[in-house]
């Protein structure tokens, strides 16, 4: 491994395999881009001139893969504080990751908090970890009042309330008209490498929707299961039905 250095401006440690002699041409856009992100995660908020000086990276090259991370909701971008600015002219943007972005990298706890859970198991049992699950997403829907009236435009607005406080805990949750219903899709889930071999989490979330809309709804997919998002469909015109009986649906889209 080489010796770490300082690259000039940034305070980064880089080691002597960021001064390899293979063409940036020849790198992975994927690898390129996972490159910028742990450069935000590390040194953010951070230039993009200062990405490209530590990556060898041409100004223009760093500033589209910050441009997509940004259009992706992954990265933000701030003026720099007067005190930061060297020279004169407008002050350099500096970019940082958000919530979202933080959301989409590894999770290095994953491990413990299986771990944790299965322990929880073998003292409480089944249920210990069912009432864990549900004290989870009650905090995520912490001051969220369950839908006044059973109409459609009601049940639409607790959806989005619903998905406004899912976003918030790093779920990057979306609304969408589907025929007669409204369907929430979760396209990030920080907890999903746990989430399959504790479904419980799952499950935890889907009550939690019908206590708060009062009606029944349908898990179509769930990214532990592999899908690409945690599609939740909400039925429109039945909503002024009370919940049926609840079913573990939380399985795979058939589509």
């Not at 997403?137 to 109409?151: F, L, S, Y």
């Not at 805990?169 to 969408?176: K, L, P």
Request: charged content about 20%; glycine content about 10%; overall charge negative.
């Amino acid at each position: 491994m080489g010796l770490r250095t300082d690259v000039e401006g940034t305070g980064r440690k880089t080691t002597g395999a960021r001064t390899s002699a293979v063409p940036v041409a020849t790198v992975h856009e994927g690898q390129t881009r996972a490159a910028i992100v742990q450069l935000l995660l590390e040194d953010g908020p951070i230039t993009a001139t200062a990405i490209g000086t530590a990556l060898g990276l041409a100004p223009a090259g760093v500033r589209r893969h910050l441009d997509a991370l940004i259009d992706a909701g992954q990265a933000r971008a701030s003026r720099s504080a007067p005190w930061q600015q060297k020279g004169r002219g407008r002050p350099a943007k500096q970019y940082q990751l958000t919530a979202a972005g933080r959301g989409n990298l590894g999770h290095a706890y994953d491990d413990l908090a299986g771990a944790a859970i299965r322990q929880l198991g073998e003292i409480g049992g089944d249920a210990a970890i069912a009432d864990f699950a549900r004290k989870r997403v009650n905090v995520i829907v912490d001051g969220i009042e369950p839908v006044a009236e059973h109409t459609a435009p009601q049940i639409e607005a607790k959806v989005e309330e619903i998905a406004e406080a899912f976003t918030d805990a790093g779920f990057a949750a979306t609304t969408r008209q589907v025929g007669t219903g409204v369907q929430i899709c979760q396209h990030h889930c920080p907890v999903a490498h746990v989430a399959e071999e504790f479904p419980q989490l799952c499950d935890a979330e889907l009550d939690a929707f019908r206590d708060l809309l009062g009606t029944h709804v349908q898990r179509l997919a769930t990214i532990a299961n592999g899908d690409c998002a945690c599609t939740t469909h909400v039925p429109l015109i039945t909503a002024a039905q009370p919940a049926a009986g609840r079913t573990n649906d939380s399985g795979r889209s058939a589509e």
